[in-house]
């Protein structure tokens, strides 16, 4: 019969009793030694005290529900549903919220250890919802897909992306984050020439290296069609005595100032005045902004005046801003907008103007399309002093 178990003699007095006894108490005492943490196994492993072996860090998650739309037009954030979660294994969470542009602060506090509504959100679009700023945080990457060529349409795009972080800190000061990237519609956000208009140019800040590289001959070529929605670029500058300076700075078409119109929005959005650009008699009635209609007609090889229309212009040109709060100027009078054309805001903050427009104010120009969706749409936001 096999002996699966030694007898006792065996293990009490073996080849030598005594010594084996000595062994036993040396092993004994030294296990002791190890899990009381006065003796380490080595110089690298150490058992440590396992009645506290030290502050653990949250555990945390976070994501995105959803994205909700945005004009770009009207509004400088876009809201964001979002669900968060942190855990403490040994010990609470003190404080936890999202970082907006990754430093590591806390810029929207949570009330609660994990879900998905914002207790105390400033958000007054979607209450409950994370609020990001579009203007700021933005990484643009080039993207090209050749196959989109055989198609007509030009195989480069921007692929535009940012992120935000989830942060939790423990009652022992441990604190862990989770990155958050941004993506629209659970894409990320792709612009390409077809659809890269004024007010995404402006809110994402899109350098002038990538808007000339989408309408480079390495973009264009093998297109078959104008891209869909024309686009242009206005640059915004104010003057001490109560006016602000609208430039055109980018067209990527060229039309006739008949086909534009403008608008001033206050900060809130809302149209404070409207109209037609060029002048104009539509039906008997004299319409239009152009104060520089006068410098385009009557001249060698120009055509005659026309007396309502150049009184209008005067108007226009002489006014301090309580009847006409913004005026065109055609800088190269050609008729059409182009590149250096100008228009003056009239607000209230010197004394050479008394207009309604104030700092964060937008002047918006649509038109260029001929009545069709490929019209160009553009956005600037008057800037402060």
Not at 62 to 75: C, G, K, N, Q, W
Not at 215 to 228: F, I, K, L, Q, T
Not at 308 to 315: E, K, L, N, Y
Request: contains cysteine; hydrophobic residues 35%; charged residues 20%.
């Amino acid at each position: 019969m096999k002996i699966l178990n030694p007898s006792c003699d065996y293990l009490c007095n073996g080849l030598s009793g005594s010594m084996n006894q000595a062994a036993l108490a040396c092993l004994l005492l030294s296990l002791s030694l190890v899990f009381s943490g006065c003796l380490s196994l080595d110089d690298d492993t150490s058992m440590g005290d396992l009645n506290n072996p030290g502050n653990n860090a949250p555990l945390v998650t976070a994501d995105i529900i959803f994205v909700t739309p945005v004009d770009y037009a009207m509004f400088s954030n876009q809201s964001i549903w979002v669900k968060w979660s942190a855990i403490d294994v040994d010990g609470t969470i003190s404080s936890a919220g999202f970082d907006i542009d990754l430093d590591m602060i806390i810029d929207v506090p949570v009330s609660k250890d994990s879900g998905t509504y914002i207790d105390n959100s400033t958000n007054t679009a979607y209450p409950g919802a994370l609020s990001i700023p579009l203007d700021q945080g933005w990484t643009s990457d080039r993207f090209v897909y050749e196959p989109y060529t055989e198609f007509g349409f030009s195989p480069c795009s921007l692929m535009i992306h940012r992120t935000f972080a989830f942060i939790a800190e423990d009652n022992d000061g441990a604190a862990s984050a989770e990155l958050v990237q941004f993506h629209r519609m659970f894409n990320l956000e792709t612009y390409t020439a077809n659809n890269m208009d004024n007010d995404t140019i402006e809110r994402l800040d899109v350098s002038q290296a990538d808007m000339d590289w989408l309408m480079s001959a390495e973009c264009s070529s093998g297109v078959v069609e104008p891209p869909g929605s024309p686009f242009a670029q206005l640059s915004s500058t104010v003057a001490s005595n109560g006016e602000y300076y609208v430039t055109v700075i980018t067209v990527s078409d060229s039309h006739d100032l008949e086909d534009f119109s403008y608008f001033l929005k206050d900060a809130s959005g809302i149209t404070n005045e409207f109209g037609e650009i060029a002048m104009q008699n539509l039906s008997g009635n004299v319409v239009g902004i152009d104060a520089s209609y006068g410098d385009k007609c009557g001249g060698d090889n120009q055509s005659a005046c026309e007396t309502d229309m150049s009184t209008r212009a005067d108007a226009v040109e002489n006014d301090s801003g309580s009847n006409y709060a913004v005026a065109f100027y055609d800088n190269d009078r050609d008729g059409k907008l182009s590149v250096g054309d100008k228009f003056t805001v009239r607000g209230s903050h010197g004394s050479g103007a008394d207009g309604p427009a104030e700092d964060d104010w937008s002047l918006e120009i649509h038109g260029g399309g001929g009545g069709d969706e490929r019209a160009i749409r553009m956005f600037i936001t008057l800037v402060p002093i």
